[in-house]
T-cell receptor, first 117, second 110 residues
Framework: GAVVSQHPSRVICKSGTSVKIECRSLDFQATTMFWYRQFPKQSLMLMATSNEGSKATYEQGVEKDKFLINHASLTLSTLTVTSAHPEDSSFYIC?????????????FGPGTRLTVL | QKEVEQNSGPLSVPEGAIASLNCTYSDRGSQSFFWYRQYSGKSPELIMFIYSNGDKEDGRFTAQLNKASQYVSLLIRDSQPSDSATYLCAANFGNEKLTFGTGTRLTIIP
């Protein structure tokens, strides 16, 4: 299957700082990437859909000014958590859609565990 | 609202037996369906997808789709302790997004 990487895998930061998370599709070009957040023992929550070369589409209730998404190339999308607070601590996971799969299959990155002190 | 529903479990199955995971969805227009496995603390990994009625087999895994009844299931034959995980069912409702169920926690008992 297709490979998606994320960096960093784990980050600890102080409250008020910004954190950037990178998501890369390694062996295919992804016109669409997705950003999810998952709290302990809960299901995936879609935050936003990231399309290459255009503005991201955010789900209801997700603050676009707090979670900045940039999809500058067909293999890279970034999520920046601005002015992070302890309640932003979560497991952030990206996925990339294989446009040639024909079934809208999403492949997930390994995730980034964010802890805000 | 378009939804995907799963029994949260936990589902306990003896090693070597068949584990059966079920999922129902609300929209008859759904195009394709996916099963992901998620180990604790890890991200989901794709097991298989299905978009035609009937069965699709891949090794020890069989996905079954019944569009008339709006359910999709995953069978795991010869269950192993390494199959213990949360299994997520997802559906594509005609746009590029996937709608996920809440997941079923499966435990294989040695």
């Amino acid at each position: 299957g297709a490979v998606v990487s994320q960096h960093p895998s784990r980050v600890i930061c102080k409250s008020g700082t910004s954190v950037k998370i990178e998501c890369r599709s390694l062996d295919f070009q992804a016109t669409t990437m997705f950003w999810y957040r998952q709290f302990p023992k809960q299901s995936l929550m879609l935050m936003a859909t990231s399309n290459e070369g255009s503005k991201a589409t955010y789900e209801q209730g997700v603050e676009k000014d707090k979670f900045l998404i940039n999809h500058a190339s067909l293999t890279l999308s970034t999520l920046t958590v601005t002015s992070a607070h302890p309640e932003d601590s979560s497991f952030y996971i990206c996925s990339a859609r294989d446009p040639y799969g024909g079934t809208d299959t999403q492949y997930f990155g390994p995730g980034t565990r964010l802890t805000v002190l | 609202q378009k939804e995907v529903e799963q029994n949260s479990g936990p589902l306990s199955v003896p090693e070597g037996a068949i584990a059966s995971l079920n999922c129902t969805y609300s929209d008859r227009g759904s195009q394709s369906f996916f099963w992901y496995r998620q180990y604790s603390g890890k991200s989901p990994e794709l097991i298989m997808f299905i978009y035609s009625n009937g069965d699709k087999e891949d090794g020890r895994f069989t996905a079954q789709l019944n569009k008339a009844s709006q359910y999709v299931s995953l069978l795991i034959r010869d269950s192993q302790p390494s199959d213990s995980a949360t299994y997520l069912c997802a559906a594509n409702f005609g746009n590029e997004k996937l709608t996920f169920g809440t997941g079923t926690r499966l435990t294989i008992i040695p």
